[in-house]
């Protein structure tokens, strides 16, 4: 078997390319992403919402007076919910959209969808955290560099190619 991107010989069973790391079912999608992209993309999300809110909040707050923050809250949340939802469906989060990297289905390469991405983010990562986040760390030496919750929503995560 022959690396679609590359060209070199690849072992067949693996979903990356082990020479230039290029996703073996379909090398428009991407390429492997690495570990520390993954873990910023995921440490990031609670505070690009912390952010939004507090830039969001001072806006209002100079116009408005004080008492809007309430309301403020309401938007922000509203509007990341969804956004959320949108990227979702891509197989983003807003760090991972943020940082260039994408959960696929591990086959085809394709969205995952919304669902999948739902229990990817919530019992699979609920799971991966049970014994002493092991689950993260599998990623680390999976050879397609699967957490638990990859394994359990089916996917892989790759860094866009730039087109
Ligand atoms: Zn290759």
Sequence with gaps: ??????????????????????????????????????????????????????ILGSILGAIFGRGIKGFAFVIVTTGYVYFLSQLLSKGMTLGKWLLGVKVVEKLTGNSPGFWRMILRETIGKFVSGLVFSLGYFWAIWDKDGQAWHDKIAGTVVVKEQKQ
């Design 1 to 54: 078997m022959h690396c679609p991107s590359c060209s070199k010989e690849v072992v067949a069973d693996k979903l990356f390319c082990n020479w230039c790391d290029a996703f073996m079912p379909n090398k428009t999608v991407g390429k492997k992403a690495d570990l520390f992209r993954r873990g910023l993309a995921s440490a990031i999300d609670p505070f690009i919402v912390m952010i939004l809110y507090l």
